[in-house]
C-alpha cells in the first residue's frame, strides 16, 4: 500500500473510536464502520465545530486541514484520499503529533488514463499523427512515468523534466524545463504543488513559460490549478498562440468560465476519478487507520464489490482508431468537456462542480474492459490495447 504514516502511533483504543469522513468518499459508511463509530460532512463545508468528539479526520483534496481546523480538537489522526497533500499542512500535525496517511499514488493509472484519452482525442479532432509529435512529461513520478511510457506505446517521442530524480539519479534521461518548454508539441504537467524551496511549483507556468512554449503547441494539466498563471494562460489560449486541455482549475469550484470557454478540452477535476481509483484509495486510508487503531485483520476487513468485466465490440478502422474507440469505451473526455462546458454556460454554480465531479466516479479503468480477439485489430493493434491494460484473450 502507497500510504505514508507519520506521527505518534496509538495503542489499540479501548473505547470506541469516532470517525469523522467526508461523505464523498468510497465505501462510506460500511468501509470505516467496524473501525469506530462513523459520522460524515460535506467536504469543503467542514469547520472546527464540526469536529466534535472526532478521533480520526478523513477528508479528500477539497478539505485544508491545518490549526484553523484542528486546534483543541481531539483529532489524533488524519487521512487524506487524495495524491497530493498540499491541503494539509503537514508540520503542524507533526509537531502536535498527529499521525497522518495518504493515498499516495492510488490514482496515477487513472490520470494516465485520462491523458491517454485527451492525446488520442486531440490527435483525431485536430488532425495530427501522434508519432510525429514530442510529448514532453513535466514531473516524472507515477503518474508522469506511466505517461511517459503509454506515450512512447503510442509513438510518440518523449521528453522528461524533473529535477528531483535529476539531482538524485545523476542527470540521465532527463531535460531541463526550458529545454522540454521549447521542443514539446504537447505538454503533460504532473507536478506537485508547492509553494517554497528550490522545486517550488507555484505558478511555475507563467507567462515566460508559455510564450516559450512552440506555436499551437498544446498545455495539459492534470495536477493542480495553482501551477499555472491562468491569466496568462487565458491571454495565449484565447490569442491561439497555446492550445490547452485542463483538468484542474484555480479557485475551483468557482473556476475561470472564459478559460472553460477558451479551452480545447475542459473537465472538471476528474482526471483521477474512477470507480477503482476511489475504492483503492478509500482502501488504503481504512488499512491506515485501521494499524493506527489497533483493529485486527478481521475486525477491518470489509470484502469490495467490483461489477465484473464489460465488453467491447470495436468497429472495423485504423490502428488509432481501434485504440481510441476502446480509450474512449472507458474514458470519454469528450462527454466530460461537453458537461463542464454546459456547466459553465449555466452560470457555473459551485455546487454544480461537485455534482459533475460526482458523476464521474463510475468510470472504470481499462482493465474492467474485455476485448473479442475477432474485433480489436492487427497484432500491433492489440499488443497496444494489452500494454494499456485492456483484458483481451
Known amino acids: 500500500m502507497m500510504v505514508r504514516t507519520k506521527g505518534r502511533r496509538s495503542a489499540r483504543y479501548d473505547a470506541l473510536m469516532h470517525i469523522l469522513i467526508d461523505e464523498a468518499i468510497w465505501g462510506v459508511p460500511t468501509l470505516f464502520t467496524p473501525l469506530g463509530k462513523v459520522r460524515t460532512y460535506t467536504g469543503r463545508a467542514l469547520t472546527r465545530d464540526d469536529l466534535g468528539d ?34 494539509i499542512d503537514r508540520a503542524y500535525l507533526s509537531r502536535e503529533g498527529i499521525t497522518f496517511a495518504s493515498a499516495a499514488g492510488f490514482n496515477a493509472r487513472t490520470v494516465a488514463e485520462y491523458v491517454v484519452a485527451v492525446l488520442l482525442e486531440l490527435a483525431a479532432t485536430q488532425g495530427f499523427d501522434l508519432p ?31 529535477p528531483p530524480r535529476q539531482r538524485a539519479e545523476g542527470g540521465g534521461g532527463f531535460v ?9 508539441d504537447i505538454v503533460s504537467v504532473h507536478v506537485p504543488l508547492s509553494r517554497a524551496g528550490t522545486d ?24 493542480r490549478g495553482d501551477v499555472m498563471d491562468e491569466e496568462a494562460l487565458l491571454t495565449v489560449v484565447q490569442g491561439r498562440r497555446v492550445n490547452a486541455a485542463l483538468d484542474v482549475w484555480q479557485g475551483e469550484p468557482n473556476v475561470c468560465r472564459e478559460l472553460v470557454e477558451a479551452c480545447a478540452i475542459a473537465t472538471p477535476h476528474v482526471a483521477g476519478y474512477s470507480m477503482d481509483a476511489t475504492q483503492r484509495g478509500a482502501m488504503m486510508i481504512r488499512d491506515a487507520l485501521a494499524l ?23 468497429p472495423t478502422g485504423s490502428m488509432m482508431d481501434v485504440v481510441r474507440f476502446a480509450v474512449r469505451s472507458s474514458c470519454d473526455v469528450n462527454a466530460m468537456d461537453r458537461a463542464m462546458r454546459n456547466w459553465s454556460k449555466g452560470g457555473g454554480a459551485a455546487a454544480g462542480f461537485d ?30 490495447l494489452r500494454a494499456l491494460g485492456f483484458t483481451l484473450p
Open 54 to 87: 472526532a478521533d480520526a479526520l478523513i477528508v479528500r483534496s477539497v478539505t485544508r486541514v491545518d490549526a484553523a481546523l484542528l486546534q483543541g480538537s481531539r483529532v489524533r489522526f488524519v487521512g487524506t484520499v487524495s495524491t497530493g497533500d498540499d491541503h
Open 132 to 162: 510525429l509529435k514530442t510529448l514532453g512529461v513535466l514531473g516524472v513520478g507515477r503518474i508522469g512515468s506511466l505517461v511517459a511510457r503509454w506515450g512512447e506505446l503510442l509513438g510518440l517521442r518523449v521528453v522528461r523534466c524533473d
Open 176 to 184: 531541463s524545463s526550458e529545454c522540454l518548454c521549447h521542443e514539446a
Open 200 to 223: 517550488a511549483t507555484w505558478r511555475m507556468i507563467d507567462a515566460g513559460w508559455l510564450n516559450g512554449m512552440k506555436t499551437g503547441a498544446m498545455l495539459i494539466n492534470t495536477s
Open 292 to 314: 493506527f487503531s489497533g483493529a485486527t485483520a478481521q475486525e477491518s476487513e470489509t470484502n469490495v464489490d467490483h461489477d465484473g468485466s464489460r465488453r467491447i465490440d470495436i
Open 355 to 384: 455534482g459533475l465531479r460526482r458523476e464521474a466516479l463510475s468510470r472504470r479503468e481499462f482493465g474492467a474492459y474485455s476485448l473479442p480477439s475477432d474485433s480489436s485489430g492487427s497484432d500491433q493493434t492489440r499488443s497496444i
